[in-house]
């Protein structure tokens, strides 16, 4: 995951900020992923509303919320964890 330009707008700012107001402020920023992009706004609002007291505090939400598409091969383990608000495949018994 590539922060791109986005890791650095998150230190210009001044906190705390909440992640409606991150996501109003840079909520279009893109993110790059394995397998494509998310923006801000998407990756935030999957996670709920919380105060941000630092720019650590906004990427370490970042890194922990984004989906799928930050992964190399989805399901590739049974271990791997499901995004917020996913839902893993239907469990099977033999």
């Known amino acids: 995951?590539?922060?791109?330009?986005?890791n650095d707008v998150f230190d210009d700012s001044q906190y705390p900020k909440t992640?409606?107001?991150?996501?109003?402020?840079?909520g279009d920023n893109e993110i790059t992923l394995e397998n494509g992009t998310e923006t801000v706004g998407e990756i935030l609002g999957r996670l709920g509303e919380e105060t941000f007291e630092t720019p650590?505090?906004?990427?370490?939400?970042l890194f922990s919320g984004v989906s799928h598409k930050a992964i190399g091969r989805r399901f590739y383990s049974d271990r791997d964890q499901y995004t917020p608000g996913?839902?893993?495949p239907q469990q099977v018994s033999f």
């Not at 992640?19 to 840079?26: L, Q, V």
Request: net charge negative; hydrophobic share 30%; no cysteine.
């Open 86 to 88: 996913e839902h893993g």
């Open 1 to 6: 995951m590539r922060l791109n330009a986005t």
């Open 19 to 26: 992640t409606s107001e991150i996501i109003n402020e840079y």
């Open 56 to 61: 650590e505090a906004v990427r370490e939400s």
